[in-house]
């Protein structure tokens, strides 16, 4: 059964940073474009990034700050953000990009002082 189970979510303070990951079951992510996409109160869910075979790309908010890995032994992707903002604060999903699964239970990720 196809599963994602996001975790590594948080409360830190601005500018400082976490790692998220997403476990995947029945998904092979080394085969599919995967995505990170969060969901702010209030917000639609959009777009943070996405990695692909030898691509990356980011929304234009956390270039520079976030960055998108995977470990396809572990069949896990990787959201390091640094430099957290207030404004990153949100429920963290991934899924795939050019196709969808059932959307995981996300991890909340709080940037507070």
């Known amino acids: 059964q196809e599963q994602l189970v996001e975790s590594g979510g948080g409360l830190v303070q601005p500018g400082g940073s976490l790692r998220l990951s997403c476990l995947a079951s029945?998904?092979?992510?080394?085969?599919?474009?995967m995505g990170w996409y969060r969901q702010a109160p209030g917000h639609e869910r959009a777009f943070v990034a996405r990695i692909g075979e030898g691509i990356t790309d980011y929304a234009d908010a956390v270039k520079g700050r976030f960055t998108i890995s995977r470990d396809n032994a572990k069949n896990t992707v990787y959201l390091q953000m640094n430099g957290l903002k207030p404004e990153d604060t949100a429920v963290y999903y991934c899924?795939?990009?050019?196709?969808?699964?059932?959307w995981g239970q996300g991890t909340q990720v709080t940037v507070s002082s």
């Open positions: 899924n795939g990009v050019a196709q969808w699964w059932t």
């Open positions: 029945g998904i092979r992510v080394s085969l599919n474009n």
